[in-house]
């Protein structure tokens, strides 16, 4: 196993050596964001650019124009707020093919603290037109995505979570760009999630079998565009949903979902995230924790939610 930044800097040299399109600027995060993969093999195709985020996606969008498919390479707190006006109107607007690597993603960002937790990077890019937002559960399906995103034609905000997660696709997955994927079927209650969130979601459902509850997983690995089928199927079927997403539950996840259903398939929702506060610093398992996002947490919110249902 290895971690899903490791995942994502391996296949972007294995795309690289198929497609000499395939180009890196990176706002000096090349060993966290594991581009130094990259470097390393394609030194005359990697552009340093220090700490200079805005600058960064100028530069991005040029090469774009060029004819290039460029990664950017940041933290997500610094791909999101530091430089969003240049991603909105450089990359965006034009609908230029620019891919936004936003690492660190959340709050578990290696004991960095508030500074460093991207808490609001999917609200303010979900909110950008024409970008694509996308939140990977574990190495395989990131490796898909990263190869999915340099055939579309179009911007898109790419999440990288930091440490190694269990692997929770099933076997012969082949990632959508705009679907949803189906971890475990059940008719009680829906769990939608994205992200690292995805296995804590599966070990919460095993929790909740024990007490005779069935708990349908399904991952939106897409945030933007959101896979409507999929979503309201299930709520039909189960008749509640509780989203579980690392990152604030204003804007994320949890506010695409409820903006469906409300729509399509009013039906109770809770969301599981980060209560419009900011994080700290902190171990993983300390953080998910106190924030509310451990897998003990979602069953609570599981109860709470199935009470609200009768």
Known sequence: MQSVRDAF?????????RDERVVVI??????????SYFQKEFPQRFFQVGIAEQNMTGIAAGLALMG????????AVFAARRACDQVAMLAAHPRLPVKIVGAYSGILSGNNGATHQAVEDVAIMRAIPNMVVIDPADEVEMSQAVKAIVEYDGPVYLRLSRDEWPIVVPPGYSFELGKAVLLRPGHTVTLVCSGMMASLCLEAAADLETQGISAEVLHMP?????DVDSLVSTAKKTGCVVTIENHSIIGGLGGAVTEVLSECCPVPVK?????DTYGECGSNDELLKKYGLSAKHICKGVLDIIGRKR
């Open 9 to 17: 800097g391996k296949t972007l040299v294995e795309i690289a050596h």
């Open 222 to 226: 897409t945030i933007k565009p959101l």
């Open 26 to 35: 990176d706002a000096d995060l090349a060993s966290s964001t594991k581009v």
């Open 68 to 75: 290039r498919i460029p990664f950017t390479s940041t933290f």
């Open 271 to 275: 969301r599981i995230g980060l209560q």
